[in-house]
């Protein structure tokens, strides 16, 4: 019973960490901003920049959610059942752990991946820079 609320309790935890990167006043009250802004603007770099380092914090509170996962796998005393046949059955609490590591390690890997996306879309923007001559525009890609 103690592995199981502490499977919940860090499933929970690393819900928060995915959740904890969107805005909660748009889900609460609506999106009454409208994005009117061209499709390529200076502001974009530091919007992906962002988005790129709130995906890699998801993505390394996952991979700890399933890395404590797999721990607690290995840390159960009977993972299997045996019937009289002597063929072995895993239990479901072992089958639990495993899912739940795999499932939250395939998230680690897609905020991964979006994380170097947006990383990369970052490089291809404008960047404002302030420089002692006065300010200065690139374009970087």
């Known amino acids: ?3 199981l609320i502490i ?6 935890a690393g819900c928060q960490t995915v959740n904890a990167q969107r805005r909660t006043d748009d889900l609460y009250f609506g999106s009454t901003r409208k994005s009117e ?4 603007q200076a502001g974009d770099y530091g919007d992906y920049l962002k988005k790129s380092r ?5 993505a390394a509170g996952s991979a700890a959610v399933s890395a404590s996962l797999f721990v607690g796998y290995a840390c159960l005393k009977e993972k299997f059942t045996f019937n009289e046949e002597g063929d072995a059955t895993m239990k479901s609490d072992a089958k639990g752990y495993l899912i739940g590591g795999g499932i939250m390690g395939l998230v680690a890997l ?3 991946f979006n ?3 947006y990383q990369f879309k970052a490089g291809q ?8 001559g006065g300010a200065g525009v690139s374009f970087r890609f």
Not at 7 to 12: A, N
Not at 37 to 40: G, H, I, S
Not at 54 to 58: E, G, L, V
């Open 115 to 117: 994380a170097i996306h």
């Open 110 to 112: 897609i905020c991964e």
């Open 37 to 40: 802004r061209p499709t390529m």
């Open 1 to 3: 019973m103690k592995n």
């Open 125 to 132: 923007c404008l960047e404002l820079k302030a420089e002692e």
């Open 54 to 58: 709130n995906f890699h914090y998801a």
């Open 7 to 12: 499977t919940f309790l860090i499933l929970i």
